[in-house]
T-cell receptor, first 115, second 116 residues
Framework: AQTVTQSQPEMSVQEAETVTLSCTYD???????LFWYKQPPSRQMILVIR??????QNATENRFSVNFQKAAKSFSLKISDSQLGDTAMYFC????????????FGGGTRLMVKP | DAGVIQSPRHEVTEMGQEVTLRCKPI?????LFWYRQTMMRGLELLIY????????DSGMPEDRFSAKMPNASFSTLKIQPSEPRDSAVYFC??????????????FGEGSRLTVL
């Protein structure tokens, strides 16, 4: 079974600064997907970024980028130029192509962006 | 395109009452998931369906919980009888297998359940 670990329950960052959220996972699979989801106080979960394991290039979406280290099974999220609207819970998630469409989520990191 | 629609947004009920939560997935999606979120336990997968068929219900806490998906556009999660420890936010999510959005879950806004 796959596991996803987010070792930082809470983090804070000053507005306009950069913050990195950590995620590690454990799997014996070689073909999989990784995701970061954001859950703001309004509580609806939305996708931030996704990474296919077969792609070596790190995914980026505007101010959000990942550092995908396949050998180390690490998938960190970097938020640049943090904004107050980035305050949310962030969940890392893993999907094996052999597991249907069932995601395994980490425990989440609560990020507070301070003005 | 409308997203995943859940109802009710909020439900307050008394212990012992039956609770029914509803979900309409995104049209064309072939997977539907029910999650429960609490402060203590985080995000838990309760059950998921593929093409209306339950695939894995190992996360359903006990026999008081049941879920159905009578057709591709509707699912229910029922708790009977409800207990205070069932208080949580219940999320429905849907996804599409294959294609560029493989594995991407689209969540509803959740149903906040409070059992007194």
């Amino acid at each position: 079974a796959q596991t996803v670990t987010q070792s930082q329950p809470e983090m804070s960052v000053q507005e306009a600064e950069t913050v990195t959220l950590s995620c590690t996972y454990d799997t014996s699979e070689n073909n999989y997907y990784l995701f970061w989801y954001k859950q703001p106080p309004s509580r609806q979960m939305i996708l931030v970024i996704r990474q296919e394991a077969y792609k070596q290039q790190n995914a980026t979406e505007n101010r959000f980028s990942v550092n995908f280290q396949k050998a180390a099974k690490s998938f960190s999220l970097k938020i640049s130029d943090s904004q107050l609207g980035d305050t949310a819970m962030y969940f890392c998630a893993f999907l094996s192509v052999n597991a249907g469409n069932m995601l395994t989520f980490g425990g989440g990191t609560r990020l507070m962006v301070k003005p | 395109d409308a997203g995943v629609i859940q109802s009710p947004r909020h439900e307050v009920t008394e212990m012992g009452q039956e609770v029914t939560l509803r979900c309409k997935p995104i049209s064309g999606h072939d997977y539907l998931f029910w999650y429960r979120q609490t402060m203590m336990r985080g995000l838990e997968l309760l059950i998921y369906f593929n093409n209306n068929v339950p695939i894995d219900d190992s996360g359903m806490p006990e026999d008081r919980f049941s879920a159905k998906m009578p057709n591709a556009s509707f699912s229910t999660l029922k708790i009977q009888p409800s207990e205070p420890r069932d208080s949580a936010v219940y999320f429905c999510a849907s996804s599409l297998a294959g294609g560029p959005k493989t594995g991407e879950l689209f969540f509803g806004e959740g149903s906040r359940l409070t059992v007194l």
